[in-house]
C-alpha cells in the first residue's frame, strides 16, 4: 500500500519559516520524483516545487528564492524548506510522487501564515 503523509504545516507569523515534510512508504522512493503543490482556498493547485529522481530542482515563481525542496533517499523522504513567509503562502500544502503514469498524493497539510 502507498502511503505519502505531509507534515509540518502550521500557522507562522509573516517573514518566519517552516520545513515541510512528505514521508513516504510502499514506493521505491529514489525511482520517483517528488513534487510539492499548494491550493489557497478559492484557488487553483499551484506547483511549489519539484525534485527528480535525478536531483534536479524546479520552482514555482510566486516561491522562488524563498523555498528549497530536497529529498532523503535513505529515509524516503522529501522536504519544503520555506523562508520568508507571507500571507500569501497561506494554502493546503500537498506532496505527490510521480513516475512515468503513476502519481500518488498525500492527504495534504495546512500552512497559515498569519499575525
Known amino acids: 500500500q502507498v502511503r505519502l503523509v505531509e507534515s509540518g504545516g502550521s500557522l507562522v507569523q509573516p517573514g518566519g519559516s517552516l520545513k515541510l515534510s512528505c514521508a513516504t512508504s510502499?514506493?521505491?522512493?529514489?525511482?520517483?520524483?517528488m513534487e510539492w503543490y499548494r491550493q489557497a482556498q478559492g484557488n487553483k493547485l499551484e506547483l511549489v516545487a519539484s525534485?527528480?529522481?535525478?536531483?534536479?530542482?524546479v520552482y514555482g515563481e510566486s516561491v522562488e528564492g524563498r523555498v528549497t525542496i530536497s529529498r532523503d533517499n535513505a529515509k524516503n523522504t522529501a522536504y519544503l524548506q520555506m523562508n520568508s513567509l507571507k500571507p500569501e503562502d497561506t494554502a493546503a500544502y500537498y506532496c505527490?510522487?510521480?513516475?512515468?503514469?503513476?502519481?500518488?498524493w498525500g492527504k495534504g497539510t495546512l500552512v497559515t501564515v498569519s499575525s
Open positions: 505527490d510522487a510521480r513516475s512515468g503514469t503513476m502519481t500518488y
Open positions: 510502499g514506493i521505491t522512493f529514489r525511482n520517483y520524483a
Open positions: 525534485i527528480g529522481s535525478n536531483g534536479i530542482e
